[in-house]
């Protein structure tokens, strides 16, 4: 594609035949995709492989319930369909008068005007006269039905195109059909828009997932779909960032070539909390761009809730300040036990003395202050030196260890951006990483990943020799992404289910399917 369609898009003249678009669909990269962005739409997106948008109308309209669940011959429609497609199964036509009506769709009747086309072409009806056949079946007006029936029939004899048996059975087909078909003119419409998503993901991917995680706070599980958001994003190698409070963002942001968290993504800090911070801000002229951590403290430290505090600290969007999560959330406990006249002394001594930290000025405030005036009597004293000790001698390490860091990010923004529950633990064992595997890595001697388990889906099995027995299809990450569909089959599942939860950190070790790619 040409750099004049890339950088300056017209979504009218947006080239149909992107291969590299056609290529993201059939991979089942469609989380995003419009129509396709659920678990179903990106695995039958990737067995379907369509390559043009009536193949993609065609996916769009057999994943819906009614086509699943229509079973001929011992497997769906859906499978039959797929079947067909790609030569495992025939294409053949009941009779040779519906291959030009049924062809781009090998055979299978799967939309509404499929259905007009035959009444009109077989059973003689015009078209008003099949629209009211549609219609009919719809509202499942039995009356109308034994009516226009015995009308197709008699038709359908008078052309001379089909026996009166052959109506018969056409028709009972058109009646099934009302229950699974989709009409075509909805289908087309939503596979334009379904390729204008995958194109834009395509080629505009970092302005695409920013969009998107701006748009994911609407959704009924808005945590969830943000962390969909950002494993789908490391798959295609696009990092997504933690809040900084020094871009002072509201919403997702796309800085330099990174979606990054707005401050009012973080759980806890709302618009109204972001306002006040802009307006603290600039009552105390701090300039972010300039101030440390303790100027930032002090300077604001009174400004808003200390749990909103906490949730900012929490989420990482103070890690440009260079100091320990856990330390500043010691810090910030601790300036908060300051009384209201204590905490302006210190703020003016930081003003005249920038280099200070919160320990000095607390001293310098200890050191200066005559503690036997009435109004500041002695019990204040001997908290403000309690504070001191507490700073120096905090009783416990200020160290961020990752599984603390990870389990707070998931808390606070949904996903772990800066690290991952895993790297808490020795994983000398593993072999591979998640990304590495979606990369490609196979071996020989196994594959050993080291993740933790997010989801868990029990199957319980419904032919073969294991048939009745359970079995398991699992999501890990490690923080270099996800894996869906993991499969743990019915003798693992019965051996490991007690350890397999939500949460667990585990070393999973299985191999590559060769034909799905999923891991065994």
Known sequence: VDNHIIYNPDIEKLPLECSNTWDLICEGNTKGVFQLESQLGRSMAERVKPKNIE?????????RPGCMEAIVD??????????RKHGIDPVEYFHDALK??????YGILVYQEQALLIARDIGGFDLQEADILRKAIGKKNVSLMTKLRKQFIIKAEEKGTVTKTQAKEIFGWIEKSQRYSFNKSHSVSYSYNAYLTAYTKTHFPHEFFTSYLKNSIGKPDAYLEIEELVNNARVMNIDVKP????????????????PTFGLTEIKGVGGSVFDKMIGCLSNNKI?????????FLIGFGMCIKADSFEAIILSGALDCFDVPRSQMLHELK???ELSKREIPWIESYKANNINADLTECIQAMLDKNDWSNRQRPIFRKDRVESIIDSLRNPGYELVDLPGWKARKEEHYLGVSLTCARVDEYDTSRANCTCKEYIDGFNSQKGIRIAAQIDAVRE?????GNSKGQKMAFITAS???????SITIFSDEWTKYNKDIKEGSVLLLIGSRDNKRGSFL
């Open 55 to 63: 193949e993609l109308s065609d996916l769009i309209a057999i994943i």
């Open 74 to 83: 011992g497997k769906s429609l859906t499978q039959h369909y797929i079947d």
């Open 100 to 105: 030009p009506i049924l062809s781009s769709t």
């Open 243 to 258: 809040p900084n409070i020094k871009k002072m963002k509201k919403y997702f942001t796309l800085i330099g070539h990174c």
């Open 287 to 295: 300039d972010l761009g300039l101030c440390d951590w303790n100027t």
């Open 334 to 336: 601790m300036f908060r």
């Open 459 to 463: 199957w319980k099995i419904k032919k």
């Open 478 to 484: 490690d923080g270099t992404c996800s894996l869906d």
